[in-house]
């Protein structure tokens, strides 16, 4: 894993937003894995600003989202899919055909998560994956415990993550118990994963999810078997890390052609 300590979670986003927009500078198809929560708002805010200011061209981009709240229709404002539609896709030249998120009104949930799968793997499989983590250290919505093989299918929420996302709902009873996300062997079937995470309360998922152990208690960890991962952090976000020095040492000596 490649962790990348910047002084703010706004100079993090903007080397998140670099990294992406050179894949779609290099292959103008390419397939991204988008994530929703907080911590992702300011690398679409600068890939926005990138298709605005600087042409970058979103048209024959793919993208996959990991998860959606079972019982939400695209529509309801706390929608994954009304949040990717407000946040990033009403902001670039996307083309619509080419936006997947996982439909939490589908009649036939098993189904739909086997269609989502056959539909990555018919795009080429997800170049690059963003990725937020939650306090518990989930990534998408693969709670602790989660099989560290599993695809895409119908997950339960833990208390932990109903109250962390209620403030996005007008009520904390409204927060779906149910979701559908994409595995945690989707995820780590990606060509390289971009993992964002800011503020004091991720440094423990964080230290988790970069200094082990490897464990499904902390599904962040499977990352440390993937073959190119960066970990985006803001200082606080890095506070519990053993080896920060390190991670800081190895990103300030890089040779020219390996930066961002
Ligand atoms: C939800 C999403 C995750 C996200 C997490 C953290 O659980 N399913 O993909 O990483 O929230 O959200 P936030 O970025 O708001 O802290």
Redesign the pocket.
Known sequence: MEVIIQPTREEAGRVAAAIVARLVREKPDAVLGL??????LGLYRELARMHHDEGLDFSAITTFN??EYVGLAPDHPASYHTFMRKNLFDQINITEERIHIPNGSAQDIPAHCLAYEEAIIEAGGIDLQV????SDG????NEPTSSLASRTRIKTLTQA?ID??ARFFANREDVPVHVI?MGIGTIMDAGQCVVLAYGEA?AQAVAGMVEGPLTAIVPASILQMHPLVKVLLDEPAASALQKADYYRRVHDMKPEWQRE
């Open positions: 994530a929703t929560g907080s911590t992702p990991l998860d990725l937020g983590i939650g989930h990534i998408g919505f993550t962390d996302n996300t991720k």
